[in-house]
């Protein structure tokens, strides 16, 4: 599967922003597709996944409340709400997938073997 994520772009503090994440391929729906982010200088973080099948959601503790993420089968694209941003929300964000993939392993990146080109979000006061 390919995925290509988009929506990121400039935002003031409180603000809210969609990304998208689309993908091409067969059998979308046995993907669990995840967001993570990189901010300047930092590692990679776990931000949302959606697992495959039934949509269950996980979020990281830093944007949960926040965002919310939700999958459109038929689209073959996954979104990410982000609400009530922050300047510490600055970062790139890519969204990752994988089949099947275990529950214990939703925020392990490591996991995901498809991968988008990532879409950057900056948030400004």
């Known amino acids: 599967v390919q995925l290509q994520a988009s929506g990121g772009g400039l935002v003031q503090t409180g603000g809210s922003r969609r990304l998208s994440c689309s993908a091409s391929?067969?059998?979308?729906?046995?993907?669990?597709v995840a967001w993570f982010r990189q901010a300047p200088g930092k590692g990679r973080e776990f931000v949302s996944a959606?697992?495959?099948?039934?949509?269950?959601?996980y979020y990281g503790d830093v944007v949960k409340g926040r965002f919310t993420i939700s999958r459109d089968n038929d689209k073959k694209t996954v979104y990410l709400q982000m609400n009530g941003l922050q300047l510490e929300d600055t970062a790139v964000y890519y969204c990752?997938?994988?089949?099947?993939?275990?529950?214990?392993?939703?925020?392990?990146?490591?996991?995901?073997?498809?991968w988008g080109q990532g879409t950057l979000v900056t948030v400004s006061s």
């Open positions: 990752a997938a994988a089949s099947f993939l275990h529950d214990n392993y939703y925020s392990t990146e490591r996991y995901y073997n498809f």
């Open positions: 391929g067969s059998f979308f729906i046995n993907y669990t």
């Open positions: 959606v697992k495959y099948g039934v949509g269950t959601t």
